[in-house]
């Protein structure tokens, strides 16, 4: 049994503390607003963000941030990407560093195109930095449905301790020491998961969608070969299990944003009616600067990029994917 802090009360974060609370560790959820907090413990659910999953009446609901992780093993940050730094540096008096920061949020950061494991490295650096990722939309984790995902650290001791402390009956873990390259995964996934959707809302068939899928998931892993990461990561739960979900599944806010693009809506109106973040929007602007950085090929990438910042068609990912030279299949 752990001593538990989630930093972040949106659906992810709250379904994993349920689920640690769940299974006997000690947990504390952090909300940054105190009337969502006052809401969650009042009904023992958060509903809006994870409706329907009732939470143990020993989760604690905090907004102080020294309570938050006074006396934590590990805390588990579950922030967007946009605003981790910015929250996780107001946290920096509190934080000790024999505690285990957890990184459990995807996304790539705007202005340095760090991986959100690197930007808590940068604010924590005598912390031990980790990372959980894999295919785990929070409606399954919160209603106990089985799910299997990765913790990497680059010490295997702590990996195997997380996966040793966080493993249950309906969440295996599995462990690896490619940190970057798990982050990178979980971030450039969700620019594929737009471009599937951006398929299904214009009409095309399945055929088109899994080859988007399919060429994506050789974009990801070219671009992370060519970052330092490990190939093999990208076609393991990280990778390629994070992709398959985000890409299929009704719960995943990539896909449907892409499907409302795919429908002609703006941009705007998409995450207006997705109502919660969409990490494959930004993500998208620092994939592609990082592959012409690194001069890595990205043309499925190029096209979301082009539809989300540039006003193009949407069938640009027909047009100029479809018209492409004629070559061999790679994957390097």
Not at 106 to 124: A, P, Y
Request: charged fraction near 25%; hydrophobic fraction near 45%; include cysteine.
């Amino acid at each position: 049994m752990k001593n538990i802090s989630v930093i972040g009360s949106g659906s992810w974060g709250t379904a994993l503390a349920y689920m640690f609370d769940k299974y006997g560790h000690n947990v504390t959820l952090w909300s940054w607003k105190e009337e969502e907090a006052a809401s969650i413990i009042a009904h023992r659910e958060n509903v809006e963000f994870l409706p329907g999953v009732k939470l143990g009446e020993n989760l604690k609901v905090v907004t102080d941030r020294a309570k938050a992780v006074e006396g934590a093993d590990i805390i588990v940050t579950a922030i967007p990407s946009k605003y981790l730094r910015l929250n996780m540096e107001a946290f920096v008096p509190y934080i000790k560093e024999d505690q285990i920061l957890l990184n459990v949020s995807k996304g790539i950061e705007d202005e340095t195109f760090f991986t959100l494991s690197e930007v808590l490295e940068d604010i924590f650096p005598k912390n031990t930095v980790a990372v959980l990722s894999g295919p785990s939309h929070a409606e399954d984790v919160g209603n106990s449905m089985p799910t299997a995902c990765i913790v990497a650290a680059k010490s295997e001791e702590c990996a195997q301790m997380l996966q040793h402390e966080l493993t249950n009956e309906n969440f295996r873990l599995y462990t690896v020491t490619d940190v970057k390259g798990v982050g990178l995964g979980g971030a450039l996934k969700n620019i594929i998961a737009i471009a599937a959707g951006i398929c299904d809302g214009i009409g095309f068939g399945d055929n088109i969608k899994a080859a988007v899928m399919t060429r994506g998931m050789a974009e990801m892993a070219r671009l992370g070969k060519a970052m330092g990461c490990h190939t093999e990561t990208f076609f393991g739960l990280s990778g390629m299990g994070d992709l398959i979900v985000t890409c299929i599944s009704e719960h995943s806010r990539n896909h449907k944003a892409g499907v409302l693009l795919g429908q002609g809506k703006t941009l705007q109106e998409a995450l207006d009616e997705v109502h919660m973040v969409v990490e494959g929007v930004s993500a998208s602007t620092a994939a592609y600067n990082l592959a012409q950085k690194y001069n890595v090929k990205m043309p499925i990438t190029e096209a979301v990029y082009k539809v989300l910042f540039d006003n193009a068609d949407v069938r640009i990912l027909e047009k100029d994917l479809m018209k492409r030279e004629v070559k061999a299949e790679e994957f390097k």
